[in-house]
């Protein structure tokens, strides 16, 4: 009857569960080490100096070597289906070596930039420096793809459930790693964990690709071209027309900073939770994972409110007004009770599934299809900036002024105490800057008539 297989519901919800589960074991692998922090500290040596070097190193690579813009260029070039599995076969490279860094009993130091880390810390960061490419690169490919296959449907519905699962792998990685570390007595056996994952999660991307190539065989070559969204030849004048887009540096602006204070932040909440309110390492991670079991149930609300109720710009200004609240009741000396550390937790959760839901919606109504690849390589760029910088920033604070003294565990290894007064405050700073941001848009909305408040459905 002339349909198509994104015309079939089962089929768009099909190909975004693939995409979804692809990017679940992305999205795990990503924070896997973030509840470790006082494992590594007290068995691997690690200092906070060194987590903060090693967690900073994701966006390394993209940052200093532009490997996100050429990420998002290869998405516009060649397509989402080749760009996508090669992302994912990145990633996989990149946990590799990971793994074998941390199994090869690396000793002395190496000196970069001007610092000495131990072998383990210099190697594994580059490990994950070219996971984090592929990861990056992969997000572009995965939003493409929905972009693509929900355009006129239930896009924003669509990209909130992708959220979803993505955020569901979060918290399995605020979880899960801490037995596994305990189980085994070494964090490599995490890596190992993840190195699986990402492998099954290629094999699903695989699957998808054979539909995709099925869904443009249907609609021919020429159609195919337009519902494929601009995945025809890349010109540079593309980089200009985006630059020229006031629009989208206020996007990836609000990017930057509403995710500086969440993404950081999360690398360190396990051990906030162990040095503010007195929880076991082991079981730490669980507060920290109420955040992205918030989001799993919230950002497809969020995303349907969006779809069917419009103001796309209200849900950012009142996303980004919790998380700074939350930010700064972290940073009371009052907030010491565990059931407190829940309760903003979940707080967060919410904060952090409205902005999302209603920020990645919007690009698609601000910038042309065959432009889309590259504008969202580039907000990822800028959105990267502040994943390098942020948690060397929180290491080398915590390092220098947050030190409270030293305890001896069980086992007889020492680890630092430390006061998590100041990196909250830093935290609440971004936040605050991306209200003022949230609000820019809202008002650039209205002169430029993006359509931000109006529903995405089409009737």
Same mark, same amino acid.
């Given at each position: ?51 903060? %070097? ?25 397509? =989402? ?18 793994? &074998? ?42 939003? *493409?793809? =929905?972009? *693509? &296959? ?85 010109? &540079? ?11 989208? %540096? ?32 082991? =079981? ?54 565990? %059931? ?25 109504? =601000? ?20 994943? &390098? ?71």
């Amino acid at each position: 009857m002339g349909k198509t297989l994104r015309d079939s519901a089962a089929f768009r919800w099909l190909v975004l569960v693939m995409v979804s589960l692809t990017m679940f074991s992305v999205y795990l692998v990503t924070d896997q080490f973030s509840p470790l922090k006082t494992f590594l500290e007290i068995h691997n040596g690690w200092d906070s100096a060194a987590y903060g %070097w090693f967690s900073s190193s994701y966006s390394m690579f993209n940052v200093f070597l532009f490997m996100l813009i050429i990420g998002g260029v290869a998405v516009d070039k060649f397509g =989402i289906r080749i760009a996508g599995l090669g992302s994912c076969l990145v990633c996989l490279c990149g946990i590799a070596v990971q793994y &074998w860094a941390m199994t090869s009993s690396l000793e002395g130091t190496v000196r970069f930039v001007g610092n000495d880390l131990p072998a383990e810390v210099f190697w594994s960061s580059i490990g994950y420096a070219l996971f984090g490419v592929g990861s990056e690169t992969a997000g572009v490919a995965a939003t *493409k793809v =929905i972009t *693509k &296959w929900f355009k006129g449907y239930e896009m924003a519905l669509a990209m909130g459930a992708q959220v979803a699962l993505a955020r569901l792998g979060q918290a399995g990685a605020m979880v899960l790693p801490p037995f596994v570390a305990e189980k085994f007595g070494a964090a490599s056996a995490v890596v190992m964990m993840g190195l699986i994952l990402v492998s099954m999660g290629t094999v699903l991307y695989l699957v998808f690709m054979a539909m995709d190539k099925r869904l443009d065989g249907q609609l021919g070559s020429v159609a195919a071209e337009e519902a494929s969204e601009g995945e025809e030849e890349f010109r &540079w004048s593309d980089f200009i027309s985006v630059f020229k887009n006031p629009a989208f %540096w206020m996007i990836a602006l609000l990017c930057v900073l509403f995710y500086s204070a969440v993404f950081p932040f999360q690398k360190y909440a396990t051990d906030l939770m162990v040095n503010k309110f007195g929880v076991s390492q082991t =079981i730490a991670g669980t507060i920290p994972a109420v955040l992205p079991f918030g989001c799993i149930f919230l950002t497809p609300l969020f995303g349907s409110i969006y779809d069917t109720k419009g103001h796309g710009a209200d849900l950012m200004i009142l996303g980004a007004g919790i998380i700074t609240l939350v930010h700064v009741l972290f940073a009371m000396p009052f907030i010491n009770q565990v %059931w407190m550390a829940y309760a903003l937790m979940a707080l967060l959760g919410i904060g952090f599934a409205l902005l999302p839901s209603a920020l990645w919606p919007s690009v698609a109504k =601000i910038i042309p299809a065959k432009q889309f690849g590259t504008a969202m390589s580039l907000t990822f760029y800028i959105q990267n900036i502040g994943l &390098w910088g942020v948690p060397l920033l929180i290491g080398t604070v915590l390092a220098k002024y947050c030190i409270t003294g030293q305890v001896t565990e069980a086992e007889g290894l020492v680890r630092n105490t430390y006061d998590y007064t100041i990196p909250s405050l830093i935290f609440a700073l971004f936040g605050l800057l991306s209200i003022a941001i949230a609000i820019g848009v809202k008002v650039l909305d209205k002169k430029k008539n993006y359509h931000l408040q109006e529903p995405n459905i089409q009737k």
